[in-house]
């Protein structure tokens, strides 16, 4: 079955207006669109949002590894808390972790026991942790914890998870005066998307628009420049059940992974001193794509994953193209540079962002071959978008729309900011919102079901539209009225939003076509987004007009 789809953005019509539309969907006049288009940028390449731990990745636990504090001892433990007060237990950090590459630990002193001048408390004493703005912790659903503790003597230790943080204890009842070093504390649901560790929810909603890509940094980062820090729970591949090579199989997508070439924005490694960061470079894409019996490889498939994945982009550094010692090389794997488009911006007002939609009009001008384009992080933000409503959400289509048309020249596209945790928005808008137990997805995210199929489908020239009689010319097969669909991307106001008490105010509705055929007479409602899917039978493949 043929699909013909037509995405119409009419967010710029007047009442009663009509125009024709007419679709040549001849083979000679058709345009293939690269079969990696629409992919995701996960947010946490930056962890902004709170987008990684707590959020996609199944962390209950809030700083885990007590490095959030940064690489001062001590320091404080956020959001770590004593339960009891410094007459009892004393609570910090020190350089005394197991872990070469994470020295931090939590130590523990506990100042009272069940005799002699200090009493301890009715309940005992310890520290508890309220996870990111809670943890949701569901009856009748099974987590695994695990934690590395060392202490000077022998302690008996109660793990507990309750409604109230005060009562919330990872230690009680203790017999005597102890010290403890806790480090790597983790709580984890074992029910995760596809058993890999991510949320089930979260995953299941990044599945839904079907991305050919997912682009992703390797492990190991303080986020100095942005003010966060990444407790690289979720890496490139620490456990089998932890990694975004691992997401990027489960969601059918192709891995984009993100390489530390030795800049940041605030500083750069020199040319000379550069070999390292090649080398982990290097060992990093032998350890994704090497046979087993390699270095690299082998310990991939001692994690539980004898099978290469297969790595074919590398993107080389995120937004440091202006330094000046920028360079690296390898034979075998596509690379995406960030430098050539450093002077487009694709992160502006909805306003704007139509405009954008002739950005990459380049064929008129000679400039079609060369390197293709990876827009990464397109985005409609500033005024009037709010945390994400109708109006960001048509412009950012109409944008869409202009790189479907100029997909010789652009071959990947994702928007940016992924997630959103609702307690901590670095930035607006998003495509999906969570808290700690519920999610939504904002227009941003269901304007980008329009274009799941595209990938990979057959474009086909149309005119300008206003509103519209839809003639189509050129098809082998006559249009099937039963199958063909019309889905439609609107609300009764431009500035409407999603949120948790409406998470479906903004969403797609899809309807029967009834006057599907090769000739249509249809209306269009002004500030909306709409998908015409007129089904051909006997054939078995997909067109995008």
Known sequence: MLYVSCHCSANWLEANQTAALLVDASPQSAQKIPDKMFGIFSSYVYEINHAGAGGLWAELVSNRGFEAGGQNTPSNIDPWSIIGNEMYIIAGTDRTSCFSRNEIALRMEVLCDNGGSIICPNGGVGIYNPGFWGMNIVQGKTYKLSMHVRSVDSVNLLVSLTKFRWITKLADNYPSKSVIWFDQVSLMPLDTYKGHGFRKELGSMLANLKPRFIRFPGPGHFGDVWRYWTDDGLGYFEFLSSMYLMLAEDLGASPVWVINNGISHNDQVDTSTILAFVQDALDSIEFASGEADSKWGSVRASMGHPEPFELKYVALGNQDCWKKNYR????????????????????????????????????????????????????????????????????????????????????????APLFVNDNDRRWNPDAIVFNSWQQYGTPTYWMQQFFKESSGAILHPASDIVNLKITVAGLQNAVNSFGSTITVLTSKNLMDENSFKEPNKVVPLQSKLQNAGENMDVVIAPHSFISFDLALATTNYRSAI
């Not at 000679?366 to 827009?375: I, R, Y």
């Open 328 to 415: 690296a090389a390898y034979p075998d794997i596509q690379l995406i540079s960030n430098c050539d488009g450093s002077g487009w911006q694709v992160g502006s007002s909805r306003n704007d962002m139509f405009a954008k939609a002739h950005q990459f009009e380049l064929r008129q001008h000679g400039l079609s071959t060369g390197p293709k384009a990876f827009v990464s992080e397109y985005a409609a933000t500033g005024q009037n978008v709010g945390t994400g409503n109708l109006f960001s959400a048509l412009a950012q289509a109409g944008f869409l729309i202009g790189l479907e048309i100029n997909s010789d020249v652009v071959e990947m596209a994702s928007n």
